[in-house]
């Protein structure tokens, strides 16, 4: 048992952490940690290791090595399968993307769209603008993903 004087953070035995000048319902009480599975919109994939952490509202994914198996589609890259459903009030979490593609894409973020439950993927593009990052961007010898993506349950 943790407890300091005054206004200060106090650990109650096997409930949380206490902000005590804030009222009792300021308990940072809900940590959790585990593995998802990551599943695509379109096509197969296959991954490392895909975990998550969640502590209070807020979830953070994090996959290794994603490999689509669909490198022709124009349709855009979406992943389901989300742990925690994201708060549909607010608009979704923003995440970093590291991806082995080719063409003129620059510029690689994950982001859930407001009222989903689903990782999109996006570009800028030299010529276009910011965009959904398309299967058809990858090849087969370059197409490994790596993003990690904080949002709020």
């Known amino acids: 048992r943790f407890s300091t004087d005054g206004d200060g953070i106090k650990l109650a035995s096997g409930k949380g952490i206490k902000f005590s ?13 585990g593995t998802w599975t990551p599943t695509p919109v379109t096509g197969t994939l296959t991954f490392n290791r895909a975990t998550y952490v969640k502590i209070g509202r807020i979830v953070t994914l994090t996959v ?10 124009s349709a855009a890259i979406k992943i389901q399968g989300l742990p925690f459903a994201p708060n549909s009030s607010l608009s979704g979490g923003v995440g970093s993307v590291m991806a082995s593609y080719r063409d003129d894409t620059t510029g690689l973020t994950a982001y859930i769209p407001s009222n ?21 961007v990858f090849n087969n010898s370059l197409a490994a993903m790596y993003f990690q993506i904080s949002y709020e349950v």
């Open 21 to 33: 000048a804030y009222g009792s319902g300021n308990i940072l009480d809900d940590y959790e940690e």
């Open 64 to 73: 290794e090595n994603l490999n689509l198996s669909d490198f022709t589609s």
């Open 116 to 136: 989903t439950s689903e990782v999109g993927f996006y570009h800028t593009s030299v010529t276009s603008g910011f965009n959904a990052l398309s299967h058809n």
